[in-house]
């Protein structure tokens, strides 16, 4: 069964790191792309970028790049998204996904940045 | 970016009714690279079509999606209960692979 697992919720302050990551199980991890999107509270989706686990290459939306990076580890199959300094309008549910067309999703990650 | 425009915002319909959504991209869509995507409150996305026209795996037969170029229609036959929700169209032909800003389909 595929999956994809994400980590649990978190609340940071303005100014903190945080990575959040997406395990996937279940298929060929480096054959899939994981794409995230972001969806704040009451909006629609957006997507912030995707990284091909076999090699790392790596797009970003120009709304997010420069603000997160994407990365992943395919020895343990798991895809990441980080920030260096969180801001209160990075408050959302992120969600990883597999592939351009995605298939499967992860429950998503919510985000709380507070002060 | 190629920006994708649905509409309308909002659909009210009742069930057994015929929904149509529209996407419209301010570019041509690479290969027809355009898939839809439904989302209820809650819960993550869930993957309609795929190609345009293609329905993914599980998916019914009342959902059908067409179109090629700039023009992408989402068609729902027969409305069930079920199929109230928001609606989401995505271009993953080029980067960035953009969203539509969704259709909400509500109950009349």
Known sequence: EVQLVQSAAEVKKPGESLRISCKGSGYSFTSYWITWVRQMPGKGLEWMGAIDPSDSYTYYSPSFQGHVAISADKSINTAYLQWSSLKASDTAMYYCARERASDYWGRGTLVTVSS | ?108
């Open chain 2, 1 to 108: 970016e190629n920006v994708l425009t649905q509409s309308p915002g909002t659909l009210s319909l009742s069930p057994g009714e015929r929904a149509t959504l529209s996407c419209r991209a301010s570019r041509s869509v690479t290969s027809s690279y355009l898939a839809w995507y439904q989302q209820k409150p809650g819960q993550a996305p869930r993957l309609l079509i795929y190609g345009a026209s293609s329905r993914a795996t599980g998916i019914p037969d009342r959902f059908s999606g067409s179109g090629s170029g700039t023009d992408f229609t989402l068609t729902i036959s027969r409305l069930e209960p079920e199929d109230f929700a928001v609606y989401y169209c995505q271009q993953y032909g080029t980067s960035p692979w953009t969203f539509g800003q969704g259709t909400k389909v509500e109950i009349k």
